[in-house]
């Protein structure tokens, strides 16, 4: 038998697994490209292998939930733009589809049908980023060019409907600011035209990219079950092979009328979260191109509200009535009756719930924020262990969060 | 009957301290806090709500009976459906909850953030410390109590600025343009109050 030359007592413990290093703590982040924005990873690493991994949030607390609590509900429409703020179109209809629920109203189809194209757009809006942002954590620039590209098309249109390319501040409880201009559903469908071919070349730089595979599959697995228990949503939870779509499984805004798929991953790897995005987005614009067919006529805001929705502004301008109205609900805000609501929305990121307490009134007794990123985020000191720290940089990645909504 | 009202029957027929609890859209109960993980443990085990969604703290205002509440929310992913629990804190002065962490460890950020902003311990959570206000923070934002404005605290680079001599004028932090508070002012009678802004460039902003 041939001598081996290690002294007997390191390979014992070698084998025991206790031969490490010295352990090195390093903070990654707040600052740091790879971490979308204020992130901090607190990381205790053994060589190149991650010991432990502690997120370190709050540095974008900005304390929403505590100006909800002082001012009506209309004027809280865009501080949710400041949540996800790559999908603010989404926010503004999850906030409002919440309020409207404890006023027990309903808005028109058309209301509804503005708010699925918006939301759908706003998904594939933040989906090209995430898939940009993620092709440059992992070396690959070119896809950030395209994606862009794309994203600037949507904002022309946010723009045209909205006046904002980014923040847009869209609904009002019981409908929206204004009705689409002129020829608008058009140009989204002309959008989504010449949109598909371009997603499929953008997404043919990673799907088949030999280095993209390499450094996402079988990187920061997330099995079905600690993706249920850690109260993960949205891609993230699909990727995990849970079939959870809250737009088909509780339906709000219409969303029962329109045949779309829910892609669902096998192994829960980056690979996988990587390929429910992009498939979500081709089903988004499935989704647009049905609502832009069918484009329902009428009002869109639910006028008979009275004490929820402003009136129209040239009556206001000519009529008593309408001008009493409109003061009320400016000064007053939209009058809710007492009672407590609960609602999620299937946003880009995961389910964005809203938790309304309310005493009746104008303003909120208390609105809590379910923010889907922070709830992805939770996960992150079991999924990063034992991984190398260039893995943390896919695994960043691939979660796809937002500061702006997991701070609050 | 869908399984939410089919859950909400059975725990109430189970647990005698369980009461129904009024609501706009899921099913609510309130739930005395010793029983709480009973509840969520068969809510969990035994009903198929498998995924805790949202834990929030609620802070009734100085003086109300209770006045913390911990309301938890649930949703079942085969079944789509919630349930809303709800747990009032017996010391108004030292509100304390038993932690859920143990059913799922997903509510272990939940339960930090409503430590944090509320200054209600969960008993058994495994690291209970504040996770979006800063670590030596001595107030709980969310609590009535706490102005809008904010408390003055020196901040953690306080001693930085001592040596440096630089340091941040405060944000006015009015809360925007339109302000009126819950409660004491009827926001009818209110005339909207604008932010403070009797300084200009000539004039300096008044000092603390």
Not at chain 1, 24 to 53: F, N, W, Y
Not at chain 1, 258 to 279: A, I, M, Q, S
Not at chain 1, 320 to 344: D, H, S
Request: charge should be negative; hydrophobic fraction near 40%; charged fraction near 25%.
């Amino acid at each position: 038998m041939p001598a081996e030359h290690t002294f007997p007592d390191t390979a014992a413990k070698n084998a025991r697994g206790e031969l490490e290093a010295e352990r090195m703590s390093i903070s990654m982040g707040p600052s740091h490209p790879s971490t979308h924005g204020v992130l901090r990873l607190q990381m205790e690493l053994d060589g190149e292998v991650v010991k432990k991994a502690e997120p370190v949030i709050g540095y974008l607390h900005r304390g929403d939930e505590k100006i909800a609590e002082n001012m009506t509900y209309n004027q809280f429409v865009p501080y949710t733009d400041r949540l996800d703020y790559l999908a603010p179109l989404a926010n503004n209809m999850a906030y409002a589809i919440a309020v409207e629920k404890l006023a027990k109203l309903e808005v028109p189809p058309r209301c509804q049908a503005i708010r699925v194209i918006t939301a759908e757009m706003a998904r594939i809006s933040a989906h090209l980023l995430g898939l940009g942002a993620f092709g440059i954590d992992v070396g690959a620039w070119t896809v950030f060019l395209y994606s862009f590209t794309e994203r600037e098309k949507l904002y022309k249109l946010f723009e045209e409907l909205t006046g904002a390319r980014f923040t847009t501040s869209y609904s009002r409880i019981g409908g929206v600011a204004r009705d689409v201009p002129e020829g608008w559903t058009g140009r989204v469908d002309a959008f989504c035209e010449q949109f598909l071919p371009r997603l499929e070349e953008t997404l043919s730089l990673l799907t088949r990219s030999r280095i993209f595979v390499d450094r996402t599959a079988g990187i920061g697995v997330i099995s079905k079950e600690d993706a249920i228990a850690y109260g993960l949503t949205g891609p993230n939870l699909r990727a995990s092979g849970v079939p959870l779509d809250l737009r088909k499984n509780k339906p709000y805004s219409g969303y029962e009328q329109y045949d779309f798929d829910v892609p669902v991953g096998t192994k829960g790897d980056g690979y996988d979260r990587y390929l429910v995005r992009g498939e979500e987005m081709r089903q988004s614009v499935r989704i647009i191109r049905q609502a832009v067919a069918k484009f329902p006529g009428g009002s869109w805001q639910a006028e008979e509200a009275k004490r929820i929705v402003a009136p129209p502004k040239d009556k206001v301008l000519t009529s008593m009535e309408e001008l009493i109205q409109n003061f009320m609900i400016v000064t007053e805000g939209p009058q809710m009756p007492a009672g407590e609501v609960y609602f999620e929305a299937e946003n880009p990121k995961g389910a964005l719930g809203f938790y309304i307490v309310s005493k009746g009134g104008g303003v909120p007794w208390r609105l809590k924020i379910r923010a889907p990123s922070f709830c992805n985020l939770s996960i992150l000191p079991k999924v990063c262990v034992g991984m190398m720290v260039a893995d943390i940089v896919s695994i960043l990645g691939s979660l796809d969060f937002v500061m702006g909504e997991c701070d609050r | 009957m869908p399984a939410a009202l089919d859950a909400v029957a059975a725990i109430k027929a189970r647990w005698a301290g369980v009461t129904d609890r009024a609501s706009l859209d899921h099913p609510a109960v309130n739930v005395p806090a010793s029983e709480l993980l009973d509840v969520l443990r068969s809510l969990k085990e035994e009903h198929g709500f498998d995924m805790l969604v949202d834990v929030a703290g609620v802070d009734w205002a100085a003086g109300a009976r209770p006045r913390f509440t911990v309301v938890y929310h649930v949703f079942s992913t085969a079944r789509h459906e919630y349930v809303r629990i709800a747990a009032d804190c017996a010391d108004d002065a030292a509100p304390e909850m038993p932690s859920a962490v143990g059913l799922w460890p997903g509510a272990n950020w939940h339960e930090r953030e409503v430590f944090d902003m509320f200054g209600i311990r969960f008993a058994g959570h495994p690291d209970l410390r504040r996770i979006l206000m800063w670590d030596g923070y001595l107030h709980y934002p969310l609590r009535k109590d706490f102005p809008l404005a904010g408390i003055e605290t020196e901040l953690p680079d306080a001693e930085v600025a001592a040596v440096t001599k630089t340091g941040a004028i405060a944000a006015p932090m009015a809360g925007g343009p339109f302000v009126a508070a819950h409660g004491g002012i009827n926001m009818g009678d209110a005339e909207p109050r604008a932010k403070d802004e009797s300084w200009s460039e000539r004039r300096p902003k008044p000092g603390p």
